[in-house]
């Protein structure tokens, strides 16, 4: 049988390997015969994985002692760990969704990556409408270190509310991606986003809690009528950076069961299309927040 994947004793790393998408992806790369080096903060229970590496991904120094363990050669990056920024603040939820992603394709997976090699990175259908969004990301994404991301990025984490990290973090690395695709694609390296739609991961109650209702979440997932499950969007993932995928580069691929089509043909509304920066809907957002969080702990909820 031939070996269409192309997985076999290929090194691959995965970020938020502990749960939801990351940690079926690091199920499926075991299966495929590839050597996964699995980073998360919490513990991977994943059986026949090369090695754990317990790092907080919103940390500098965890990333580069993270990557003092993994080998010289890598074939194959899943970015993958992310916050909702519901119970993060919004300079961790921006560091861990982008920054640290941004750190490590520059640093680690440039120089340890040779031809052949492949690049996914998750975003979400929260960061589709970067392309139109391209001024406000331009800043961030021409960054070169992570303390200069801090600098541009510090009033906004000081003002903005850290769910609106989630929505500007993901476009950053979706034009981020773009932007590596075509940089390493001078050397031959592939670089692909997957964007998810609603997902049954250990994100699930943050997202619920923010759309008020568990059908409020099943809206988001297009016609399927239900919530993706974690092995839905680790076989896109799986899929782009295999040699399936050779001539894949620079791919938002949308997994959201026709969701943005729906939008697209005007048949729903995109509450995504709005400014993540913008000072006064940030602060309008943020009043809102406080309301509905203050109503909420007045009706008896817990937060
Ligand atoms: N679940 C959804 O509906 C949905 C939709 C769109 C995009 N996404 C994205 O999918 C990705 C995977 O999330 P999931 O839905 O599987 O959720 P999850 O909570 O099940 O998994 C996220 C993983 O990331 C890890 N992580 C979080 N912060 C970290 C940090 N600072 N350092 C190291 N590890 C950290 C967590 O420990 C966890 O194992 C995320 O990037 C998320 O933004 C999720």
Redesign the pocket.
């Known amino acids: 049988m031939k070996d269409y994947f192309g997985y076999k004793d290929k090194i691959c790393v995965v ?9 079926a992806t690091v199920e499926m790369l075991v299966d495929l015969g590839a050597k996964v080096y699995a ?4 513990e991977c229970n994943v059986d026949w994985i090369t090695k754990f590496i317990k ?5 500098k120094e965890e990333i580069d002692k993270a990557f003092s363990e993994i080998p010289d050669h890598i074939d194959a990056f899943f970015g ?5 920024g519901a119970k ?1 603040d919004y300079r ?1 939820t921006f ?3 982008y920054t ?1 992603n941004m750190y490590i394709t520059l640093n680690y997976l440039k120089n340890r990556m040779t031809k052949g090699g492949s690049i996914v990175y ?5 960061g589709l409408e970067w392309k139109k969004f391209k001024k406000e990301q331009n800043k961030v994404v021409n960054c070169k270190t992570w303390e200069e991301v801090q600098k541009v990025t510090e009033k906004l984490a000081n003002n903005a509310p850290s769910t609106f990290a ?1 929505m500007y973090s ?1 476009r950053c690395l979706s034009h981020f991606a773009c932007m590596q695709a075509v940089e390493l694609g001078k050397v031959g390296i592939r670089v692909n986003n997957v ?10 109650q943050e ?1 619920q809690d923010m759309v008020g209702s568990e059908e409020g ?1 099943i809206a988001e997932a297009g016609l399927a009528g239900r ?2 499950n ?1 092995e839905e ?1 680790a076989m896109p993932m799986v899929f782009l950076n295999s040699e399936m995928a050779t001539f894949i580069s620079g791919l938002d691929m949308v997994v959201d069961f026709s969701d943005t089509c729906l939008k697209e043909l005007k048949l729903k509304k995109n509450l995504e299309a709005i400014s993540a920066t913008n000072p006064i809907i940030c602060m309008i957002a943020k009043k809102m927040l406080n309301k509905s969080a203050k109503n909420a702990l007045n009706s008896g909820k817990e937060e």
């Open positions: 970020t938020g390997a502990a749960s939801g998408m990351g940690k980073i998360d903060m919490n790092c907080d991904l919103s940390k993958i760990a992310g916050l909702s993060t961790t560091d861990c969704n640290a998750c975003t979400s259908t929260a989630y993901k964007l998810p739609g609603s997902t049954n991961t250990g994100m699930k997202f979440l919530l993706a974690s969007m």
